[in-house]
């Protein structure tokens, strides 16, 4: 495999924090308060979705798009119409984590009480955003979550990742394995994938929860990270490539002028934004 720049574009004002894709768009969201859309055909932007607050995190699902703030807000767009569907008032600070399944959406952020913080994760089962369903109290900072069908993984400041048990949402296991901060997680059917601010990407078994390498070049001490089919996607100036099935270097997507705020891929393309407000394209080519 092999992997060739093909398009960068700009267009926001400000720092672009997160990136979200499907079949038919491209959507960015920047600290200027907005999000853009962009045709996958033409990488032309063709809306504007518009917030209070600056966005740190973005996903979707079939129907909606989920944008989280610096301010720990939530906002739910209908994906047809490009509305509000919901606004969730986290009161958390400075940001907010989330990930879901086709059941549940689950919502992280580190709220302030007067001498202490508070460190949750509000469960919504999805279409009753009335109030959440569970509430979880991980008395650790919570940098960053992904979920499958059967567990919540929660990446710490403390230098392991917490694992609940879903449904019962009770703590499975603390894996340790980092030596640093746990900055992103990314799962499949089989594996569970870390970066850490040691500069490793950590693999693990989803059957044992056991560690089962450590791997990485040079991917710095903030690598984003993406997975595909057959490829894992770190790094923090550079994008490394590793081979899934092998755990083996591949390639380094170079060219980035400043530092990678988020990495995302579909089955044509690795797209990379920095903070210079680029979103560079990649090409995968067979």
């Given at each position: 495999m092999k992997f060739s720049l093909i398009k960068s574009i700009k267009g926001h004002d400000e720092w672009i924090n997160a990136l979200y894709i499907d079949k038919d768009y491209l959507y960015?969201?920047?600290?200027?308060?907005?999000?853009?859309?962009?045709?996958?055909k033409t990488w032309n932007p063709v809306r504007v979705l518009n917030h209070?607050?600056?966005?740190?995190?973005?996903?979707?699902?079939?129907?909606?798009?989920?944008?989280?703030?610096?301010?720990?807000?939530?906002?739910?767009?209908?994906?047809?119409?490009?509305e509000i569907e919901k606004i969730f008032e986290l009161n958390g600070y400075p940001s907010c984590s989330f990930s879901m399944d086709k059941i549940y959406f689950i919502a992280g952020?580190?709220?302030?009480?007067?001498?202490?913080?508070?460190?949750?994760?509000?469960?919504?089962?999805?279409?009753?955003?009335?109030?959440?369903?569970?509430?979880i109290n991980t008395k650790k900072s919570i940098n960053t979550l992904v979920t499958d069908n059967s567990f919540l993984y929660i990446g710490t400041n403390?230098?392991?990742?917490?694992?609940?048990?879903?449904?019962?949402?009770?703590?499975?296991?603390?894996?340790?394995?980092?030596?640093?901060?746990?900055?992103?997680?990314?799962?499949?059917e089989n594996y569970l994938f870390s970066t850490s601010s040691d500069g490793k990407?950590?693999?693990?078994?989803?059957?044992?929860?056991?560690?089962?390498?450590?791997?990485?070049?040079?991917?710095?001490?903030?690598?984003?990270?993406?997975?595909?089919?057959?490829?894992i996607y770190a790094g923090s100036y550079d994008v490394e490539v590793w081979d899934k099935k092998k755990l083996n270097f591949v390639s380094n997507l170079e060219g980035h002028d400043d530092v990678i705020f988020d990495i995302k891929v579909d089955e044509s393309y690795i797209y990379t934004v920095t903070r210079s407000n680029t979103i560079r394209i990649w090409k995968k080519n067979q």
């Open positions: 960015s969201g920047s600290d200027d308060k907005s999000i853009k859309v962009w045709d996958k209070e607050d600056e966005i740190s995190q973005l996903s979707g699902d079939d129907k909606f798009i989920y944008s989280g703030t610096k301010e720990g807000k939530i906002y739910i767009w209908k994906k047809s119409t490009y952020v580190d709220v302030p009480k007067e001498t202490t913080w508070d460190r949750i994760c509000k469960i919504w089962q999805k279409g009753n955003w009335i109030k959440p369903v569970f509430i403390d230098n392991f990742i917490q694992v609940f048990q879903k449904e019962k949402w009770e703590l499975k296991k603390e894996l340790h394995g980092h030596s640093d901060r746990i900055f992103n997680l990314a799962v499949d990407i950590g693999v693990w078994n989803k059957q044992n929860l056991d560690i089962i390498n450590k791997i990485g070049n040079s991917i710095g001490t903030t690598p984003r990270l993406a997975i595909d089919n057959n490829f």
